[in-house]
């Protein structure tokens, strides 16, 4: 069991190694070192067809306890970066069941390209931590699924699979109707035949149509399209059957085709509203004072009052980026105000939805995307009602507090208070960003204290989304946004995991 590291033991360690080094990993060096280059892919490499298969067998097959030692031994022996992540989604989409809820025990596969991100973003040294990470709540997940009745994905009833003139159509009447049979054989048909921008386009509006399973829908199909990506499209079917079973899940409710369930009611409301919204809607201005406004709404006011504040600001000549300023931002204000599972999942959904906004073709699709996230947030402040005390904390009032020490005493000062004060490890970090401090420097702390602190799904799901969504909030509110983050990051006090030691063991 590790001791809690002293912030004057962290400080000095910290200004010691020069790139804010806080443990030993030079042990990671005797895998072959994952060039950036390396990490984005080149899809004709993985492009193996069956080779995949043994692969991900050997996860599947391999104890707990002894898979970071084999999978340690094949990258050595050869194994490529890419083999493995692809054999991490496959072999999770296999043998995890996305059902009661899109979450849970399946979030071994909803983090693989959480996982994939941070090593994206990590030294060439480093990359290899989040991935053994990942195989390791692979491994955890597939124990999990194992108690609760060992679902594996059965093979396709080829018989119900549509011809390609008639999958798109299938499809779309099937998940329409929540008719799950017929959506698992209209999906490997459409797989089979239609390319990937029109899959996208369809699941993009699918992954967002209803607010259940707090935000993992549209978790799962951002999550998933970005892997796919990367390990290469030849692997999507099983996928894509995995994404559309998550997607019919309504838990208990009837079937919200012949209902009228809390969880649709924006989708259909936002369909109509979608009409409002100008035709140069995209363009507009920025606008501090809109954003401000917004946040008002979303602080105080219904899921229709906030979908209608978008619209009108949209077609008042408001720029779509001081909208999506305001959403990032009220997701990171709900997490001050109540930092737990309910608020990380709004950073997280945001984070999801803003990538599926952004990618997406259709205009309409944009449109609606933008508005149902708009809706979301004020349904996940609601939910948070249950959860317990609510507190009144304003992103926009958050004090700073000048650093008023060199960057590695600030660095220290901040992720000691990230252990045992939030609130003012949020005033730190804004003062040290307002003073022109690196925010890459914050940026790269915190991403090496999840790989050595972090000991759950979610402390990867939520530093990638929200390290990454910094550069997508507009200057003027980023340095806030990134502050409201230590409400949910790992600080120099927490213990440490068992990942780092698992994985020394592996390479001795």
């Not at 299938?170 to 209209?186: H, L, V």
């Not at 999507?236 to 009837?254: F, I």
């Not at 005390?389 to 901040?414: F, H």
């Amino acid at each position: 069991m590790s001791r809690r590291q002293s912030r004057r033991e962290f400080v000095a360690a910290s200004a010691a190694a020069g790139a804010f080094s806080v443990a030993d990993l030079s042990f990671l060096r005797r895998l072959s070192p994952v060039s950036a280059a390396d990490a984005q892919i080149d899809p004709n490499k993985v492009w193996l067809g069956g080779d995949i298969e043994p692969v991900v067998r050997l996860l599947e097959e391999t104890p707990r306890e002894q898979l970071l030692e084999r999978v340690a031994e094949r990258i050595e022996a050869g194994l490529s970066y890419q083999e493995v992540l692809a054999a991490l989604l496959l072999a999770g989409v296999r043998n995890v069941q996305p059902r009661p809820s899109v979450g849970f025990k399946f979030h071994a596969v909803l983090v693989v390209n959480s996982a994939h991100l941070a090593s994206l973003a990590s030294s060439d040294e480093d990359r290899w931590l989040p991935i053994f990470w990942a195989l390791d709540e692979f491994k955890s997940s597939q124990a999990r699924d194992v108690e609760e009745g060992n679902w594996t994905m059965a093979p396709v009833d080829e018989s119900a699979v549509p011809p390609a003139g008639r999958a798109r159509a299938a499809f779309t009447t099937a998940m329409d109707n929540w008719d799950e049979p017929a959506t698992d054989a209209a999906i490997a048909g459409l797989a089979r035949t239609a390319g990937s921008n029109e899959l996208f386009e369809l699941f993009a509006r699918y992954g967002t149509r209803d607010f259940r399973a707090i935000g993992h829908k549209a978790i799962f199909v951002a999550n998933s399209w970005r892997t796919l990506e990367t390990i290469g499209w030849q692997h999507s079917e099983p996928v894509l059957r995995s994404l559309a079973y998550a997607l019919q899940n309504h838990g208990s409710e009837s079937n919200p085709a012949r209902s009228d369930h809390a969880a649709d009611r924006p989708w259909r409301r936002n369909q109509e509203l979608v009409a409002d919204i100008p035709d140069d809607w995209q363009g507009g201005r920025i606008d501090d004072g809109a954003t401000r406004e917004l946040l008002t709404v979303l602080r105080e006011q219904s899921d229709e009052d906030a979908s209608r504040a978008v619209v009108g600001m949209l077609a008042a000549g408001v720029s779509p980026q001081s909208v999506y300023d305001a959403l990032l931002l009220g997701a990171g204000e709900l997490l001050m105000r109540q930092p737990g599972i309910v608020a990380l999942h709004a950073v997280t959904t945001t984070n999801a939805m803003r990538y599926i906004f952004q990618t997406v073709g259709s205009d309409e699709t944009r449109r609606l995307v933008l508005l149902q996230n708009a809706s979301f947030l004020p349904m996940f402040r609601e939910a948070m009602q249950g959860r317990g005390t609510v507190g009144d904390a304003s992103i926009v009032e958050l004090p700073a507090t000048a650093p008023g020490e060199d960057e590695a005493e600030a660095l220290g000062a901040i992720f000691h208070d990230v252990s045992d004060d939030r609130s003012a490890a949020a005033q730190r970090v804004l003062g040290y960003l307002d003073a022109g401090q690196s925010a890459e420097d914050l940026i790269a702390a915190a991403r090496r204290l999840i790989f050595l602190k972090g000991d759950n799904a979610h402390d990867y799901k939520f530093s990638s989304a929200v390290l990454e969504d910094y550069y997508h909030v507009s200057p003027e509110w980023r340095n806030r946004y990134l502050a409201s983050s230590v409400y949910n990051l790992r600080g120099s006090g927490d213990r440490d995991n068992s990942l780092v030691q698992r994985t020394r063991a592996a390479l001795a």
